[in-house]
Every structure is written in structure tokens, then in C-alpha cells.
Nanobody, 121 residues
């Protein structure tokens, strides 16, 4: 099993910044991708940003230019730097990874418990 522990959420005023961190631990053979999703009240969970093993990144249009995802492969940790936050960014942010726990095992998706980000106007 793979465990994900998120940190860095909180309350911030519009225009402010936050940095989220997510550390993966457990039976990790390899990590194919790590990313951040968010879910606002009454809405579906959506992709925020994702980084794959080769270093390529994907951002949602809503955060492009304001957020940067990075990964420390040695620490199995992914970061999300969020700048110029606005109230529409308020949501629970979830870390996700696609990982293998052994050679030849299938890729599996794992989720963190979520961290609340609240942006006030």
C-alpha cells in the first residue's frame, strides 16, 4: 500500500500564496505520476496539476500561470506552489499518485486525505 500525507493548506486572503506538500510512503516500487486535484462544495473533483515521471506537467486552465507543480523524486514528494489565489480556488485539495508496489504490478491510484484551502475576498 501507498500512503500520501498532505500539508500546507490553510486560510489566505485573495492575492495571497500557499504551498502544498504531499509525501508518499509505503510499498513504493515506482511512481508514474503525482498530482493535485481539488473539490469544492457541490462540485466534482477536478485536476489542478500533475507531473509525470519524465517531468512533463499538466495544469488546468483555471490555475495555469498561477500555480507551479514540482516533484522531489528522491523524497517521493510533490509540491504545489499557488500564487495570486482567489476565492474560486477554495476547495479541499487532494494529492494523488499512480504507482506500482512491485515489478510487474499494475499501476494503482492512491489518494491523500485532503487539505482545506480557503481563500477570502
Amino acid at each position: 500500500q501507498v500512503q500520501l500525507v498532505e500539508s500546507g493548506g490553510g486560510l489566505v486572503q485573495a492575492g495571497g500564496s500557499l504551498r502544498l506538500s504531499c509525501a508518499a510512503s509505503g510499498s513504493i516500487f515506482s511512481i508514474n505520476a503525482m498530482g493535485w486535484y481539488r473539490q469544492a462544495p457541490g462540485k466534482q473533483r477536478e485536476l489542478v496539476a500533475r507531473v509525470i515521471s519524465g517531468g512533463d506537467t499538466i495544469y488546468s486552465d483555471s490555475v495555469k500561470g498561477r500555480c507551479t507543480i514540482s516533484r522531489d523524486s528522491a523524497k517521493n514528494t510533490v509540491y504545489l506552489q499557488m500564487n495570486n489565489l482567489n476565492p474560486e480556488d477554495t476547495a479541499v485539495y487532494y494529492c494523488n499518485t499512480l504507482s506500482r508496489i512491485s515489478t510487474g504490478s499494475p499501476l494503482q491510484s492512491y489518494w491523500g486525505q485532503g487539505t482545506q484551502v480557503t481563500v477570502t475576498s
